[in-house]
């Protein structure tokens, strides 16, 4: 009996990658969402699982689900051969199910079992789905170690590894990676089931009330930078990366100026992010942010804020401004998609925007819900039955934070909106890759003209090409080494299809 159930046709591409994966040992598959990632594991697994268990590793109990139930419905399998298995099943019962053939469960569950010996790393294949992740002390890099360390090949799964060269080296060198499949849109395999793409850039200016309030702050925030570069520390206040590693820097600094330098450090950081939420978000958000950290311990940081006459008239000004221009626009462009009857995804960076545009919509007579992740307390039950509801119709725009970037099979869109740009290139590609699976789509990408928004949009696109670059200068190189033993997978008798059709009705299902 095949493998795959016989509804299943593998395109042509599919079958190639997974060729290479099984030729040229750990492999690293960096595909545009939709285009059937999930399937070309499948098809890896087919042989693979002839020599040994199997294991399907994904970031997040829902995703790990997903997988699960698509294999079961996608392939001749006895399902009392896999196991699905996370933290909410007993250690007992997981040092049974761990010897299934084919194991589907997270990274950190699989980590903690090895350790505690509940499981072993023994296994002839190991799928690592959003590859990206495999940085730094992520529980892949310890299964991945493990695994190769028992003999099982390895393979990375990815829509975008990221832009920085050091951290497309270091998932690498994290899975041991020998061979790498890269396909973009362009590509001549894979152009017949990419469906078009029109991305818009709609740029939105600050408006009188919002720039007089973001003076105020840059006045601010440019004395208490001075006060900081005084100690010897000058402020990226453009990067909060940058921030972030500052205060690493600062705490090494002697008793004598640490203390004091952290206190301006806290300032500085807090009125970078106020400006950051003026700019980019709106009122509702930068005020909440404000209450949040009014009920804050009283320090000399939180007070050289809140007893600054320049502090005072920005909230004078915000009592009387309206909400910010970008969300007038976005139900401008709400009001033309929804009147065509399409289904819009809207992303915002911050849980209390997404509340705030929510509301907004609601209130302007939009169908419209939050989806949000476990910080607000929605349990991942209740976010499936938001995606089920959503995939129904019983409401026409869903507001998203970054939990629906990632991996979760939320159906197809025809308009995805970015209420901000970002500045992490693997994000914005996930982002965009939620509209236009089955058919063409619409990104919208809503920017607040000569402000943070323009600098992060800059520095997506840059790291998008230079993503690009990378990889595709790493392929090269692994093209040039001598390669595996292992023979290339042959076509199925089954003709592989050039063109999308009946046979693979739904890609985002693989």
Same mark, same amino acid.
């Given at each position: 009996?095949?493998?795959?159930?016989?509804?299943?046709? @593998?395109?042509?591409?599919?079958?190639?990658?997974?060729?290479?994966?099984?030729?040229?040992?750990?492999?690293?598959?960096?595909? @545009?969402?939709?285009?059937?990632?999930?399937?070309?594991?499948?098809?890896?697994?087919?042989?693979?699982?002839?020599?040994?268990?199997?294991?399907?590793?994904?970031?997040?109990?829902?995703?790990? +689900?997903?997988?699960?139930?698509?294999?079961?419905?996608?392939? *001749?399998?006895?399902?009392?051969?896999?196991?699905?298995?996370?933290?909410?099943?007993?250690?007992?019962?997981?040092?049974?199910?761990?010897?299934?053939?084919?194991?589907?469960?997270? @990274?950190?569950?699989?980590?903690?079992?090895? /350790?505690?010996?509940?499981?072993?790393?023994?296994?002839?294949?190991?799928?690592?789905?959003?590859?990206?992740?495999?940085?730094?002390?992520?529980?892949?890099?310890?299964?991945?170690? =493990?695994?190769?360390?028992?003999?099982?090949?390895?393979?990375?799964?990815?829509?975008?590894?990221?832009?920085?060269?050091?951290?497309?080296?270091?998932?690498?060198?994290?899975?041991?990676?020998?061979?790498?499949?890269?396909?973009? @849109?362009?590509?001549?395999?894979?152009?017949?089931?990419?469906?078009?793409?029109?991305?818009?850039?709609?740029?939105?200016?600050?408006?009188?009330?919002?720039?007089?309030?973001?003076?105020?702050?840059?006045?601010?925030?440019?004395?208490?930078?001075?006060?900081?570069?005084?100690?010897?520390?000058?402020?990226?206040?453009?990067?909060?990366?940058?921030?972030?590693?500052?205060?690493?820097?600062?705490?090494?600094?002697?008793?004598?100026?640490?203390?004091?330098?952290?206190?301006?450090?806290?300032?500085?950081? *807090?009125?970078?992010?106020?400006?950051?939420?003026?700019?980019?978000?709106?009122?509702?958000?930068?005020?909440?942010?404000?209450?949040?950290?009014?009920?804050?311990?009283?320090?000399?940081?939180?007070?050289?804020?809140? *007893?600054?006459?320049?502090?005072?008239?920005?909230?004078?000004?915000?009592?009387?401004?309206?909400?910010?221009?970008?969300?007038?626009?976005?139900?401008?462009?709400?009001?033309?998609?929804?009147?065509?009857?399409?289904?819009?995804?809207?992303?915002?960076?911050?849980?209390?925007?997404?509340?705030?545009?929510?509301?907004?919509?609601?209130?302007?007579?939009?169908?419209?819900?939050?989806?949000?992740?476990?910080?607000?307390?929605?349990?991942?039950? =209740?976010?499936?039955?938001?995606?089920?509801?959503?995939?129904?119709?019983?409401?026409?725009?869903?507001?998203?934070?970054?939990?629906?970037?990632?991996?979760?099979?939320?159906?197809?869109?025809?308009?995805?909106?970015?209420?901000?740009?970002?500045?992490?290139?693997?994000?914005?590609? +996930?982002?965009?890759?939620?509209?236009?699976?089955?058919?063409?789509?619409?990104?919208?990408?809503?920017?607040?003209?000569?402000?943070?928004?323009?600098?992060?949009?800059?520095?997506?696109?840059?790291?998008?090409?230079?993503?690009?670059?990378?990889?595709?200068?790493?392929?090269?190189?692994?093209?040039?080494?001598?390669?595996?033993?292992?023979?290339?997978?042959?076509?199925? =008798?089954? /003709?592989?299809?050039?063109?999308?059709?009946?046979?693979?009705?739904?890609?985002?299902?693989?």
């Amino acid at each position: 009996m095949a493998f795959l159930r016989e509804s299943i046709v @593998p395109r042509a591409y599919q079958l190639a990658i997974a060729s290479s994966a099984l030729h040229g040992g750990n492999t690293l598959v960096v595909l @545009p969402t939709g285009l059937g990632k999930t399937l070309i594991a499948f098809l890896v697994m087919q042989e693979k699982i002839k020599e040994g268990k199997v294991f399907f590793l994904a970031p997040t109990k829902p995703l790990v +689900q997903q997988h699960y139930k698509t294999f079961l419905a996608s392939c *001749n399998f006895e399902p009392s051969e896999a196991a699905l298995i996370t933290g909410e099943v007993s250690p007992k019962k997981r040092k049974e199910m761990w010897e299934k053939r084919a194991c589907f469960s997270t @990274p950190q569950t699989l980590k903690n079992d090895i /350790k505690a010996g509940r499981a072993s790393a023994q296994c002839s294949l190991c799928v690592i789905d959003e590859a990206h992740r495999a940085v730094g002390n992520y529980a892949y890099t310890y299964v991945a170690a =493990e695994c190769m360390k028992a003999g099982g090949l390895i393979l990375g799964l990815t829509a975008s590894p990221g832009g920085s060269k050091k951290r497309i080296e270091e998932i690498v060198a994290a899975l041991g990676i020998e061979n790498i499949e890269i396909r973009t @849109p362009e590509d001549a395999d894979v152009r017949p089931y990419v469906q078009r793409l029109d991305i818009e850039y709609v740029r939105v200016p600050l408006g009188e009330s919002f720039s007089k309030v973001r003076e105020l702050l840059q006045g601010m925030l440019k004395e208490h930078t001075e006060h900081l570069a005084n100690f010897g520390f000058v402020a990226p206040t453009r990067s909060k990366k940058g921030l972030v590693e500052l205060r690493e820097k600062i705490m090494k600094a002697s008793d004598r100026v640490k203390y004091a330098a952290l206190s301006f450090y806290t300032t500085v950081f *807090n009125l970078t992010h106020m400006l950051e939420l003026i700019e980019t978000q709106g009122l509702s958000t930068f005020l909440a942010y404000v209450e949040k950290m009014k009920a804050r311990p009283d320090t000399k940081a939180r007070r050289r804020i809140f *007893n600054d006459k320049r502090f005072i008239e920005a909230l004078r000004l915000c009592a009387s401004a309206s909400e910010h221009p970008k969300l007038a626009e976005l139900l401008r462009i709400l009001r033309q998609k929804i009147s065509k009857g399409e289904k819009v995804l809207v992303f915002a960076q911050y849980r209390d925007q997404v509340k705030t545009i929510v509301e907004t919509l609601k209130r302007e007579g939009f169908s419209a819900e939050r989806f949000v992740g476990k910080k607000e307390g929605v349990t991942a039950e =209740e976010q499936k039955k938001t995606i089920e509801r959503f995939s129904r119709g019983e409401f026409d725009i869903m507001v998203a934070t970054s939990i629906g970037e990632e991996g979760l099979d939320i159906p197809s869109v025809d308009t995805v909106i970015f209420f901000e740009p970002i500045p992490s290139e693997i994000r914005s590609i +996930q982002r965009r890759g939620r509209a236009g699976r089955l058919r063409a789509g619409r990104v919208v990408v809503l920017i607040a003209a000569d402000t943070k928004d323009e600098a992060h949009f800059y520095s997506s696109r840059k790291k998008e090409e230079r993503m690009r670059h990378v990889v595709g200068k790493l392929k090269r190189k692994f093209a040039s080494q001598p390669k595996g033993s292992q023979p290339q997978m042959a076509l199925p =008798e089954k /003709k592989a299809r050039q063109k999308g059709g009946a046979v693979q009705k739904k890609i985002t299902d693989f």
